[in-house]
């Protein structure tokens, strides 16, 4: 059974920075897509990056320039540094994987991701 735990979220001012974990347990990420998304309140979810097997990434506008995700694939672990926060990034931040032939801006879909952690929450005020 593949299970996803985020941790790593928190409070933290305008400007500041945190580093999301999702720990993959025995899912490997050979063939697959692995991503992050959020939701805000009163909001639909959105992507925010993506990582395929080939390492290749994907930012959303608004994380571009300032988040960076990352996977250890001998710890089975996907990471999102985020630097440069803004309020307007509070949100349940959500890591996703899928079992994918394709990459690259496949890994974008949200459709794909059929395997989903509980969430982090990461609030940015003063």
């Known amino acids: 059974q593949v299970r996803l735990e985020e941790s790593g979220g928190g409070s933290v001012q305008p400007g500041g920075s945190l580093r999301l974990v999702c720990a993959e347990g025995q899912y490997t990420a050979i063939g697959s897509c692995m991503a992050w998304f959020r939701q805000a309140p009163g909001k639909e979810r959105e992507g925010v990056a993506s990582?395929?097997?080939?390492?290749?990434?994907q930012y959303s506008h608004s994380a571009k320039g300032r988040f960076t995700i990352s996977h250890d694939n001998a710890k089975n672990i996907m990471y999102l540094q985020m630097n440069s926060l803004k309020p307007e990034d509070t949100a349940m931040y959500y890591c996703?994987?899928?079992?994918?032939?394709?990459?690259?801006?496949?890994?974008?879909?949200?459709?794909?991701?059929?395997?989903w952690g509980q969430g982090t929450q990461v609030t940015v005020s003063f």
């Open positions: 990582i395929d097997s080939t390492g290749r990434t």
């Open positions: 996703a994987a899928a079992r994918s032939p394709l990459g690259g801006n496949w890994c974008t879909r949200e459709a794909i991701y059929t395997y």
